[in-house]
């Protein structure tokens, strides 16, 4: 390559390179993907999570850009943000059977990942494996797929997906690992996922992610469907005024959401 050759393509870069880190163009994209069809925050591990094209091409633009916010990830997450909005849409809408959807994973597991070896992480991952998956299976429910901490899984009665995330909340709070005292944080909602193969898709399984993602250390939040259908001799509840889904296509802005506990013995 010639000097000039070489001159021509170091301009080129920083041109690209001060595009891409343009805080006008990156505030206008990020503004433009809160009113494009599908889930503004796709790009995280939970939105993320499963088979689809989608899914996998945001996986892979999320871990090559995570270093480096700027417009070109914004762009990128901003298609397959669209793409998969089309895919749920596109004659899937919503299913024909009524169930609860409950996602999990837990608190800080990738933090303490990043320095605990593999033979460590290996360890948690099958302990916490056999400690939230029985719980599932004696309730009926069905683990959907394993999203690395945490898993997605379904029940035909959102009181057996609650007593499930239950008992797997206790039986996580024998487990220490390294240091690492593994703490559940859970959603669940009931609506009518789309099944497509083994796996469900469509905007009842965004919320039931978005209730995980958004609880903190110890928490469950349901949405308001599922909390109906709780028996509410056996359970405490707040409303979460400050959470909002942010344009999550299909769900109201003030959707309620609340935290729920077991009621303890005694109490009324």
Known sequence: MSEEEQDATSRLRATAKSINNNSALLNAARKARQILPGDSEFGDRLSTAGKSQPAAAGRA???????????LREAGLGALQVWQSL?????????????????????????????????????LLRAVSEAIEPPVLRRRG??????????????TRPQAA?????????????????????RLRAGLHTGRPKKIGDDFVGVDVNVAARLAEKASGGELLVS???????D?????????????????KGVPDDMAVYAVTPRKAGAH
């Open 61 to 71: 633009v999320s871990a090559l850009t995570e270093n480096s916010p700027g417009l």
């Open 87 to 123: 895919l749920e849409t596109s004659g899937r809408g919503h299913g024909d059977r009524e169930l609860t959807i409950a996602f999990t994973d837990l608190v800080d597991f990738s933090t303490w990942s990043l320095g605990a070896g593999d033979d460590e992480t290996l360890a």
């Open 142 to 155: 069905r683990v959907v797929k394993r999203l690395g901490d945490g898993m997605m899984a379904v029940f």
């Open 162 to 182: 609650y007593d499930a995330i239950l008992e797997a909340r206790d039986a996580l709070t024998t487990i220490d690992v390294d240091g690492y005292h593994a």
């Open 224 to 230: 308001e469907a599922t909390l109906r259908e709780l």
């Open 232 to 248: 509410p001799d056996l359970i405490t509840y707040r409303r979460k005024k400050t959470f909002a889904f942010k344009r999550v």
